[in-house]
């Protein structure tokens, strides 16, 4: 089942924060967060292992709530890079045959 | 090559033709997966494959889809009898062995565009 993100939507000015959710109704093993700018492949950004271990990227942090299946993916100190849509994936599996992409969430930085 | 490689990367095709859609994963790695994503949607799962093997079939929309992948490399999928609902871009994704340095890590392709008029 698909995961469940929001907002679906923000508009930030350069050096704001903002936080994005996703929540699963199922538990999880491991949550992938990627970025996809307009009409460009989805880069990874950072994946949240059961058990508390992250690994990827510097500027940008997420935390996983494991009981509640739920990650939140913060950017802070927004820089107009930063502007596109940013989607949360989820295994179920702990194998990652199966990432299960959630409906996206636009963000866009403006000066 | 350095990335994962799709062919073509725009199609237009006619209703009830058949089209074929070509991924070439980042060499070394054997998982293989296909995403597709309509216009201004998410990514919706199509299909796994571990090795030449595609142990979770169960995103691909009808039968009129399949895959397949050969020599644990190169994947087609192929959409038969196309219809208008299967216009999108055609996304594919490889990943390298699990407990690598950023384990799960998933590297996109540009995509194919299909186009069914």
Known sequence: QQPVQSPQAVILREGEDAVINCSSSKALYSVHWYRQKHGEAPVFLMILLKGGEQKGHEKISASFNEKKQQSSLYLTASQLSYSGTYFCGTDVTGTASKLTFGTGTRLQVTL | ?117
């Open chain 2, 1 to 117: 090559g350095a990335g994962v490689s799709q062919s073509p990367s725009n199609k237009v095709t006619e209703k009830g033709k058949d089209v074929e859609l070509r991924c070439d994963p980042i060499s070394g790695h054997t998982a293989l997966y296909w995403y597709r994503q309509s216009l201004g949607q998410g990514l919706e799962f199509l299909i796994y494959f571990q090795g030449n093997s595609a142990p979770d079939k169960s995103g691909l929309p009808s039968d009129r889809f399949s895959a397949e992948r050969t020599g644990g490399s190169v994947s087609t999928l192929t959409i038969q009898r196309t219809q208008q609902e299967d216009s999108a871009v055609y996304l594919c994704a490889s990943r390298g062995p699990l407990g690598g340095p950023v384990t799960g890590e998933l590297f996109f392709g540009e995509g194919s565009r299909l186009t069914v008029l």
